[in-house]
């Protein structure tokens, strides 16, 4: 057996373990060490190996932003700074028909600028917003679908810990990744609040009403977000503007978060403990499943396989459009079963350089950064698609009383949305990489 016959067997190897439940970083880095041991012949080499992408995989300076980023995301939630988000929204919007979900989206998109991860964001909205819109008379398949949705802006809207992992793999500049995503991740803000809004139309049995606040109360609740709006200007501006690095960046708000949860008294010794543990779990099994990559990209590496599909692909003739929908779809396929860190680990190497051999009119550093947007993009679509997207399940355990299919049924529209939105950056790349030309 040749090795890029090996490197082919692999993958339906790793799905299989995936499917009986192997964690994924376990997963890759069974199919890495099995493969590589098969290559070598000896364990010896495979063993010098492996210290070594150990120590380059975790020696990464970059990598230092995913548990900083993560941590503002448990202060914010301390802080209550979901809630405020989601209370100046509904106060401005929520009277209206479908405003309340249309509220839900909106601080969905709000607490992305300050948490870098969909599962957190659908997690922590889920627990502020699904009450309110039960309350309000909403039908539980919007309500979970709208937050679903929802929860994908928290990989979208800068800082995104899945764009930091992109840009260390393509080697890429993290701050102009962070700029390109901003205009798609507003548009998909906007894309799901048209959805709500013709889902409203279109069963308004479904929607529920609240009555409009008085103009006082709807600006005290909108001061009350003051500590989102520094935050996010200072983290993401410093980090756009040069006077800090995206680790650095992600200390400060961090630390400027902890500070407002504090305040807000909802950091003390007790809740402090409890963020530090929940943000170290999140980054064991981030650094794990980046582990497994590391040994299973390797293994890739040895067997030629992403060089000969680049090849192969290059000399089929197929337009480079044609080329990128394939592999857009693969994306929306794997979403089904995999999570969004682990699909951009195991694939990246691998299509990445098929697309950078490719002619799209653009430089090299604006093509990867818009390929990378898109990957995103589409990545974010597999956490809403049935039947296994995780943001569906992370929000219907938190509704225990809206059977799964409703949610399913209700979400299809914002998957549409999703698809629409992919078509035009794809089409028109300068939507996405105007602000850099800037």
Sequence with gaps: MSTIEMALWSFPIMLLLIFIRVPIGLSMLLCGVGGAWMVYGSIDPLLNQFKQVTFTTFANYNLSVIPLFLLMGQFAALGGLSQALFKAAEAWIGHRKGGVAMAAVGACAGFGAICGSSLAT????????????????YAGGISTACLAAGGTLGILIPPSVVLVIYAILTEQNIAKLFLAAFVPGILAAIGYMIVIAIYARWKPEEMGTMKP????????????????IVIFLVV??????????????????????????WAGGGLNRKTLLGAVIGTAIASGMIYMIVLGAGVYNTFLALSQLPQEAATTVA?????????LVAILVLYIILGCFMDSLSMILLTIPVFYPII??????????????????????????????????????VINSM???????????????FVVSDMVRTAILVLFPSITLFVLRL
Aim: aromatic fraction near 8%; charged fraction near 10%.
């Design 213 to 228: 606040l008085p103009m006082k109360e709807r600006i005290a609740a909108t001061v009350r977000t003051w500590p989102v």
């Design 122 to 137: 659908a997690a922590t909205m889920g627990q502020v917003a699904l009450p309110e819109l039960k309350r309000a008379g």
């Design 315 to 323: 000399g089929w003739g197929l337009s480079p459009l044609l080329v």
């Design 399 to 413: 509704a225990k009383d809206v059977p799964i299919t409703h949610t399913y049924r209700a979400v299809m529209p």
């Design 236 to 261: 993401v501006g410093g980090i756009y503007t040069g006077i800090f690095t995206p680790t650095e960046g992600a200390a400060i708000g961090a630390f400027s978060t902890g500070i407002a949860a």
């Design 356 to 393: 950078s051999h490719l002619d799209f009119g653009l430089p090299p550093e604006e093509l990867a950064i818009w390929f990378g947007i898109l990957v995103l993009i589409v990545v974010e679509v597999g956490l809403i698609t049935p039947p296994v997207g995780m943001n569906l399940f």
